[in-house]
C-alpha cells in the first residue's frame, strides 16, 4: 500500500500558499461546511518586516526562540536584531527558502518531527493562527511543552472570538481561484486555549489584546 503525506497547509492542488508567497498576495480560508463564512490572509503582512506588535512579542524574550510555522520568516529576522538566537520550522519549502534568504535559520518539515535542542528553547512563538497546524491544539501545545525548556513560554495568538473552537478541514484559495487540497485546521479562542493547554501541562500566565490580535502567554 502506498503512504502518502498528509496535506498542510494551503499545499496540494493548485498550490496557492507557494504562489502567494512569492506575489504577497492574499488567500482566502474556507470551510466546505460553512461556505459563507471565510477567513481573509494577508500573506503581504507575513512576508513584510516584523511590525510593532509583532517586535513586542519579544520584548521580554532572554534566550533562543522557535518560531513554529515560521513563514517567509519575518520573526527570525526580529529576533536576529535583538541578537536573539531563533529557529523557524515550517512544511512549505517555498516559505523556508524566503526566510532564509532573508537571513534567518528555518527547517522545512513538521513541528511534529525531531527538531534541534528539544527542551531548551527559551521561548515558542505559534502565531499568525498556527494553532490551528493539525487540527489538534491540544496535541500541538504538547509539542510545543515538549520544545522548550522547564519553565519556558509559548506565546500563541488566538481567535478574536474567546469562545471559538473549531476543528475542520479546510482549504485556501488565491484571487485568481488556485484552491489547495484539504487539510485539518482548526480555530481556537481564548477560553478554548486555556483547556487545550491545561491537558498539555502548560499553564497561562497572561493574555492581551493589541490592534486587533489577541495572544495568550503559556509556561511550562
Same mark, same amino acid.
Given at each position: 500500500?502506498?503512504?502518502?503525506?498528509? %496535506?498542510?497547509?494551503?499545499?496540494?492542488?493548485?498550490?496557492?500558499?507557494?504562489?502567494?508567497?512569492?506575489?504577497?498576495?492574499?488567500?482566502?480560508?474556507?470551510?466546505?461546511?460553512?461556505?459563507?463564512?471565510? @477567513?481573509?490572509?494577508?500573506?503581504?503582512?507575513?512576508?513584510?518586516?516584523?511590525?510593532?506588535?509583532?517586535?513586542?512579542?519579544?520584548?521580554?524574550?532572554?534566550?533562543?526562540?522557535?518560531?513554529?510555522?515560521?513563514?517567509?520568516?519575518?520573526?527570525?529576522?526580529?529576533?536576529?536584531?535583538?541578537?536573539?538566537?531563533?529557529?523557524?520550522?515550517?512544511?512549505?519549502?517555498?516559505?523556508?527558502?524566503?526566510?532564509?534568504?532573508?537571513?534567518?535559520?528555518?527547517?522545512?518539515?513538521? %513541528?511534529?518531527?525531531?527538531?534541534?535542542?528539544?527542551?531548551?528553547?527559551?521561548?515558542?512563538?505559534?502565531?499568525?493562527?498556527?494553532?490551528?497546524?493539525?487540527?489538534?491544539?491540544?496535541?500541538?501545545?504538547?509539542?510545543?511543552?515538549?520544545?522548550?525548556?522547564?519553565?519556558?513560554? %509559548?506565546?500563541?495568538? @488566538?481567535?478574536?472570538?474567546?469562545?471559538?473552537?473549531?476543528?475542520?478541514?479546510?482549504?485556501?484559495?488565491?484571487?485568481?481561484?488556485?484552491?489547495?487540497?484539504?487539510?485539518?485546521?482548526?480555530?481556537?479562542?481564548?477560553?478554548?486555549?486555556?483547556?487545550?493547554?491545561?491537558?498539555?501541562?502548560?499553564?497561562?500566565?497572561?493574555?492581551?489584546?493589541?490592534?486587533?490580535?489577541?495572544?495568550?502567554?503559556?509556561?511550562?
Amino acid at each position: 500500500m502506498t503512504m502518502h503525506a498528509p %496535506v498542510t497547509f494551503g499545499a496540494g492542488g493548485g498550490e496557492p500558499y507557494a504562489r502567494a508567497l512569492r506575489t504577497d498576495g492574499r488567500l482566502r480560508l474556507t470551510d466546505p461546511d460553512r461556505p459563507g463564512e471565510v @477567513t481573509t490572509l494577508d500573506v503581504g503582512r507575513w512576508s513584510a518586516a516584523a511590525d510593532q506588535v509583532d517586535r513586542s512579542l519579544l520584548e521580554n524574550v532572554d534566550g533562543a526562540v522557535i518560531d513554529i510555522g515560521c513563514g517567509p520568516g519575518r520573526m527570525l529576522v526580529a529576533a536576529a536584531q535583538l541578537g536573539l538566537p531563533s529557529l523557524g520550522v515550517d512544511v512549505s519549502a517555498e516559505a523556508v527558502a524566503i526566510a532564509r534568504r532573508s537571513g534567518g535559520t528555518a527547517l522545512q518539515g513538521s %513541528v511534529f518531527d525531531p527538531v534541534p535542542d528539544e527542551g531548551h528553547w527559551d521561548t515558542a512563538l505559534v502565531i499568525d493562527g498556527n494553532i490551528g497546524i493539525g487540527g489538534d491544539p491540544a496535541a500541538l501545545l504538547g509539542r510545543c511543552r515538549s520544545i522548550v525548556r522547564e519553565g519556558g513560554r %509559548v506565546v500563541v495568538e @488566538t481567535n478574536p472570538d474567546p469562545l471559538a473552537d473549531r476543528v475542520y478541514t479546510a482549504r485556501v484559495m488565491d484571487a485568481d481561484g488556485h484552491e489547495s487540497a484539504g487539510f485539518p485546521w482548526a480555530e481556537v479562542g481564548l477560553d478554548a486555549l486555556h483547556r487545550h493547554a491545561a491537558a498539555a501541562g502548560l499553564v497561562a500566565r497572561q493574555s492581551w489584546t493589541v490592534e486587533g490580535r489577541s495572544f495568550c502567554e503559556l509556561v511550562a
